[in-house]
């Protein structure tokens, strides 16, 4: 725990100007981001006596070791700023709104020479009308399915449509009426634009204008006695009229407008927010975060604003924006508002009214979230802390174990031999630090050695990242003695060529402050094993010169706790959360690292003499193969015979034959049921619709000695 004070810059160094600071902690990563009118009495609040502070942010004072500031223009600025931080450094102490869906939004594709409707989920795509977001993605395809009968928009995947226009019959939905079936050429790309824009001013709002085009239609219709084609329209109108009942109208002026309510008490705030359109509610959705610092109302809905708008631009963007309470100062924010859509959006509480009446209901969706939240939540809050602790008490850790990593070996009889390790925090999994290895510092299978590379591996890394960010000096280790075996630290060529070994699965930053590869060391590692495989990591840390972080392992047989340089295991109650947290880490890095093998697998198993002829791409593979109808066909022919395929020249013919020539026969086929050595032609290995290629010993068969 950190004291403020050495760390509190001078007041006359702080400037009185709009800004955003940082807080970072000792391993410089960034904490916490906000935003203030004057630096100087923002941050004064912080270093104050820690007594009369807020409990969250007495942690997160004390957390931190450094504080610095950016300084900006206006306060619009600042909240631009603050906003993209946020985004980039994901601060472990801002208020971060969970939630705990993807809400579908009913999409158009208009970036496509032929429209599609359908119901999309995560980031937003350029070039596509959203409406939304729903609750639930049946009620979008009830209202969609409705609305197909007047507007007989494509709605068909993209392989469905390719199939279509080869075989020139249409699927089921052209019909029956549906759809207007492009497919198959019956209607233009220009005609069926307009009917998708058409679908999408109707899904916005603008339906009194076709369902009087329609109703007119059908009354000229009936005058011209064809009754037939007035009952479809009749009908027409009543689906649009269902339709249109779906969303009932809450607002009798047509505004246009999001909703915005808050429910909270000292630890969380659940926030709801309505997306009306037209006077019609088209939309809901929730978020609920921790209050990790002293918020207000006020600051809770200017974070809700950010999230919510942070990305959004144009009419995604309403002109009126109803809240339980004005941020404070609230003109930044209607004025960053008013950037983000172009013309002027209006922030405001709702006072009477149908408005305030509607509001009244979304706060108290607000409310009932918050509850279900709590009941949901109190229980998993509760065991998560009980287990942390379980494991501490266990181990004879002085702390809780807030950050976890476990690491597992996977192989298949000793073939493609890989490592896995999972992260932990708090309890949750921290999937963006997951990481994989291969195993290069030997071949075959070794279980106790291949713990003991990764873990080296892993922590010179971390060794390398504190190096880089001035927490460790070169030559020196954890306790500030040059590590026995330890040389590779001290030569920048070795430690590049150890991080570059490393196979890493996610996205990796090494600006200071974002997540980096290996930057923040674990309070413990768990390892799947026994006692060697604890051995292996002590005795890799201790080369290292760690001496900080705790081992242990956890044998699946009798689901026992090893701990270094103990005879007899900890054995934890079956009851025992913590038991039950170390099975879900564990379990958590077995399933991670089986999942890396069997690519690994399928990888070679798909591999081909061919795969190894420069320049020889998928095309002209797939050529060969077919002309020649396997690569033992290929094999045996000449040079001139391979020219026959196309587009293969003399050269080309010359290096396939010598590649073929090089590459070892593949292994025959056994007949396990006989033990007759299997004579058939090759299977076709390039990933062709020829079969799967035939091994002895298939896959699945040997599944159950996977490690």
Known sequence: ??????????????????????????????????????????????????????????????????????????????????????????????????????????????????????????????????FGPYAHAWAIRDTVDLMLRVFPVRT??????????????????????????????????????????????????????????????????????????????????????????????????????????????ELEAA???????????????????????????????????QQLYGEETGDAVPKEVLVPALPEPVDPVQEWLTT???????????????????????????????????????????????????IAEALDLDSAPLRIECYDISHLQGDDVVASMVVFEDGLQRKSEYRRFQIKG???????????????????????????????????GADGALADGDTALTSPDAITRGLEEDVVDGSLKDDDGRPKKFAYPPQLVVVDGGRPQVAAARRALDELGIDDIAVCGLAKRLEEVWVPNEEDPVVLPRTSEGLYLLQRVRDEAHRFAITYQRTKRAKRFRSSPLDDVPGLGETRKQALIKHFGSVKKLRSATIEQIQEVPGIGRKTAETIAVALLRAAPAAPAVNTATGEIIEDEEPDTTGGSSGEPVTAGAPDERRGQET
């Open 156 to 265: 068909c995947s993209a392989g469905v449509f390719k199939n279509a226009s080869r075989t020139g019959r249409p699927c089921l939905l052209g019909y029956i009426g549906k759809c207007s079936a492009p497919c198959v050429g019956r209607i233009s790309p220009e005609d069926h634009r307009e009917l998708a824009e058409e679908f999408c001013d109707f899904m916005a709002g603008r339906t009194g204008t076709y369902l009087r085009r329609l109703e007119r239609q059908m009354m000229e219709a009936a005058e011209e006695m064809e009754y037939e084609r007035a009952a479809r329209l009749r009908d027409d109108v009543g689906a649009l009229k269902k339709a249109m009942e779906k969303n009932a109208v809450v607002l009798a002026d047509a505004t246009d407008a999001d909703l915005i309510a808050v429910a909270e008490d």
């Open 271 to 305: 926030v709801q927010i309505f997306h009306v359109r037209g006077g019609r509610v088209r939309g809901q959705r929730g978020w609920v975060t921790d209050k990790v610092e002293e918020v207000t109302t006020g600051a809770l809905v200017e974070h809700a604003l």
């Open 340 to 390: 983000r859509r172009g013309s002027n959006v209006s922030l405001r509480i709702p006072q009477r009214g149908d408005k305030k009446a509607l509001m009244e209901t979304v706060q108290r969706n607000a409310q009932q979230a918050l509850a279900l939240h709590k009941t949901k939540r109190a229980s998993d809050l509760t065991t998560r802390s009980r287990a942390l602790e379980e």
């Open 1 to 130: 725990m950190a004291d403020p004070s050495s760390y509190r810059p001078r007041p006359g160094d702080i400037p009185d100007t709009p800004g955003v600071y940082r807080f970072r902690d000792e391993h410089r990563r960034v904490i916490y981001v906000g935003k203030a009118k004057s630096l100087r009495q923002r941050l004064a609040n912080y270093f104050q006596d820690l007594v009369n502070l807020h409990p969250r942010t007495r942690t997160m004072v004390t957390t931190a070791a450094s504080v610095e500031w950016t300084v900006v223009s206006t306060e619009v600025e600042a909240l631009q700023l603050e906003y993209s931080w946020i985004k980039e450094y994901d601060p472990r102490f801002n208020v971060k709104y969970r939630d705990d869906k993807s809400y579908p939004y009913l999409a158009v594709t208009m970036n496509e020479e032929f429209p599609r409707v359908q119901v999309m989920r995560g980031h937003k795509k350029k070039g596509v009308r959203y």
């Open 442 to 476: 030997f071949a075959g299978q070794d279980d106790v050695r291949s713990m003991h590379e990764v873990i080296t591996r892993r922590f010179r890394r971390y060794l390398a990242e504190k190096e880089k960010t001035g927490e460790w000096t070169e030559g020196s």
